[in-house]
């Protein structure tokens, strides 16, 4: 398996795929269409942030989106996981495990004092972030009125 950052061309066929990595991250509470995906993701890529893919024999089997934020309170620099997603063919092979590793690496070569992401609850996910050192630091709840 090879994890690097995605090509253009990659780009365009990680975009197609990110309303359903979105509808099954927030399991299938939102259904985003690739318009609202752009709105998302185009302003993070001009601010610097990118996808690692992973690859083997040239197909693409995931990708994790990462890059800069601030802690809302200090406003002091961390990185971010944004998105991680790996097709229904390669789950379950350690892939996830593998660009959430590289991820964590490139953004502490990039000076970040520490890594957050947001995960919605019961997202089986959860405990791959767990296992990688991951905890939970703040809970967002809701009312539905």
Same mark, same amino acid.
């Given at each position: ?27 299938? =509470? ?15 890529? =001009? ?28 406003? =002091? ?30 953004? =502490? ?37």
């Amino acid at each position: 398996m090879d994890i690097r950052k995605s090509t253009d061309s990659e780009l365009k066929q990680i975009m197609a795929r990110s309303p359903q990595a979105m509808f099954e991250g927030t399991l299938g =509470k939102v259904k985003p269409t690739g318009e609202k995906i752009k709105q998302l993701v185009e302003p993070l890529l =001009k601010k610097g942030c990118y996808y690692l893919i992973a690859t083997e024999d040239d197909k693409l089997m995931g990708w994790i989106l990462i890059g800069e934020n601030k802690d809302q309170f200090t406003d =002091k620099r961390i990185g971010f996981i944004y998105e991680l997603f790996v097709l229904e063919e390669f789950r379950g092979k350690g892939v996830s495990k593998q660009l959430l590793s590289s991820a964590i690496d490139r953004l =502490k070569q990039e000076g970040y004092p520490e890594v957050r992401l947001s995960v919605f609850v019961g997202n089986p996910a959860i405990k791959l972030y767990e296992k990688m050192g991951f905890h939970s630091r703040n809970i967002t709840m809701s009312l539905p009125l």
